[in-house]
């Protein structure tokens, strides 16, 4: 069964600093993706990322995938405020037949000002 | 910009009840998902349907669950008897085309709250 993992958990960091959030999962898959989830609220949709290699960044974030290494990184640049949610990678497993996505365990980031 | 809607957001019912989620997916979408989110856990899998049948289903998809489309617009999901445990948010979400394509677009979500 594919698994999802999510590192840290928890991050606290201070407003204008630089952190790494971590997903690593346990088979090949098609595809990644990167959510943000407000408290109480839906998850919107932050990255697609479809290939080994991809880079994608949108503002302060920026995600990348190694399918070799199984491991999607989400990049925050100078953390400010509004960033503080929970963030999602999800994964689609290979040869899928459907958008069974499996998500990892969250991380919540509370950025401190 | 079209939205994947969700009714009611909130709602509390007595264990042993009936509840039915009612999702109204993006119009020229054709896929269609459940997901449920347990208070502070991650996001799993419940179903998915197109054609007017479920092309895949989770464990957690037990008999007490059910899905329909009863017309063109609506996608609902029935808990016939719901137990403490099937308290969660709920999403729902829609693709407009199916395997390995096609972003999902999430609902807001239903809140349920079993007593």
């Known amino acids: 069964e594919l698994k999802v993992e999510q590192n840290p958990l928890f991050l606290s960091m201070q407003e204008g600093k630089n952190y790494t959030i971590y997903c690593n999962y346990s088979t090949t898959s098609d595809r990644l993706y990167w959510y943000r989830q407000d408290p109480g609220k839906s998850l919107e949709s932050l990255f697609v990322?479809?290939?080994?290699?991809a880079v994608k960044q949108e503002g302060r974030l920026m995600a990348s995938l190694d399918t070799k290494a199984r491991l999607s990184t989400l990049h925050i640049t100078a953390a400010v405020h509004d960033l503080s949610a929970t963030y999602f990678c999800?994964?689609?497993?290979?040869?899928?037949?459907?958008?069974?996505?499996?998500f990892g365990t969250g991380t919540l980031l509370a950025v401190q000002p | 910009e079209p939205e994947v809607t969700q009714t009611p957001s909130h709602q509390v019912t007595q264990m042993g009840q009936e509840v039915i989620l009612r999702c109204v997916p993006i119009?020229?979408?054709?896929?269609f998902y459940w997901y449920r989110q347990i208070l502070g856990q991650k996001v799993e899998f419940l179903v998915s349907f197109y054609n007017n049948e479920i092309s895949e289903k989770s464990e957690i998809f037990d008999d007490q669950f059910s899905v329909e489309r009863p017309d063109g617009s609506n996608f609902t999901l029935k808990i016939r008897s719901t137990k403490l445990e099937d308290s969660a948010m709920y999403f729902c979400?829609?693709?407009?085309?199916?395997?390995?394509?096609?972003?999902?677009?999430f609902g807001e979500g239903s809140r349920l709250t079993v007593l």
């Open positions: 979400a829609s693709t407009l085309s199916g395997a390995n394509t096609g972003e999902l677009f």
């Open positions: 990322l479809l290939s080994n290699g």
């Open positions: 999800a994964v689609l497993p290979y040869g899928g037949a459907t958008n069974k996505l499996i």
């Open positions: 119009s020229n979408h054709l896929y």
